[in-house]
């Protein structure tokens, strides 16, 4: 299989490359840098020059292709608040894909994330047949589901918050330390019972693989490992990495300590992912989060 893979040389993008070139498949990563494309070169995938704001470039990318997997993101954009903008630019693209691939039944896996689940307050698990009725990502995810209906295979993988392993150096957990050594101390949200999912890398990177070969038209899948750990023992793994105390951080004091985590820290997301590993044949078997903290290349 021909694979179109955008946010090709990223964190989990270029695991996915390697997962996918590994399969046997061919792999096509977009690159916006020289050296976004001598990474995927080096994982042994060709290089299309472009970048998210390319639309027909992306168009042209899915009809050589035999599937998509769309990771890239403008990180940058929500780092500065500018959520809309960036949503915006990936709404752009998925319609792009799904405009390309219609009536190919062709597979196109797009990315979300499980912090959605939480944001919706079920006060339960969180299942991949949760639906969100919109807001932020979860326009982009509805779309991509939709695309089922204009004869396209897309499904769409809700990563947890927290992807983890050595090749994890700007995600959430490297957050999280760097706020800890600024501030002094390790800090969780109140009593820190609140849980947050996590993933390896490489156990995500094979989810992608799985879904662009298998998942049927219309799925949801969960890049979940870790069910849910709380964010207490989050911080006591990272006190113990660092050197530093754990200790709660009280309501008032949550969007100094936090900064820009503050305002979904404290959400409750545990998310179950027992429906993705019956559809796809998936299976977890790196280490946990707390395990790969306790490896200690988070501190080196």
């Known amino acids: 299989m021909r694979v179109f893979v955008t946010g090709a040389s ?8 390697e997962e996918l070139v590994g399969a046997g498949h061919e792999v096509v990563g977009l690159a916006r840098s020289d050296d976004s494309a001598a990474k995927i070169e080096a994982a042994g995938a060709a290089v299309r020059r472009g970048d998210l704001d390319d639309l027909d470039g992306l168009a042209a990318a899915a009809r050589e292709a035999d599937g998509v997997i769309h990771l890239a993101f403008k990180h940058d954009l929500t780092a500065t608040g500018e959520m809309e903008g960036a949503i915006a630019a990936d709404m752009a693209a998925t319609r792009a ?17 499980t912090l959605m689940l939480a944001m919706m307050g079920l006060g339960r698990t969180g299942t991949e ?17 939709a695309l089922a209906d204009r004869g396209v295979r897309s499904s769409v993988i809700r990563l947890s918050p927290l992807v983890h392993s050595d090749l994890d150096k700007h995600g959430f957990g490297p957050s999280l330390i760097g706020i800890a050594r ?9 009593e820190g019972a609140n849980r947050w999912p996590a993933v390896h890398t490489l156990d995500a990177a094979r989810l992608y693989r ?3 070969e298998s998942a049927p038209a219309g799925q949801i899948l969960h890049g979940v490992g870790d069910e849910g750990v709380p964010l207490r023992e989050i911080a006591a793994a990272i006190g113990r990495g660092t050197g530093l105390e754990a200790r709660s951080v009280p309501e008032a004091e949550i969007p100094d300590y936090f900064s820009f985590l503050a305002g979904f820290i404290t959400l409750d997301d545990p998310t179950s ?12 078997t790196h280490p ?5 903290y306790d490896a200690g ?4």
């Open 182 to 190: 600024e501030e002094g101390f390790a800090g969780y949200p109140g």
């Open 273 to 284: 992912n027992a429906k993705t590993r019956e559809v796809v044949g998936w299976e977890p």
């Open 97 to 113: 894909f799904g405009d390309a691939l219609a009536g190919s039944d062709k597979p196109f896996v797009n990315t979300s994330g």
């Open 288 to 292: 946990g989060l707390i395990a790969d």
């Open 129 to 145: 047949d949760d639906r969100s009725p919109g807001g932020h990502r979860a326009n982009v995810e509805n779309a991509t589901l």
């Open 10 to 17: 990223g964190h989990i993008g270029l695991p996915v490359t």
């Open 297 to 300: 290349h988070y501190f080196e």
């Open 210 to 212: 799985l879904a662009v």
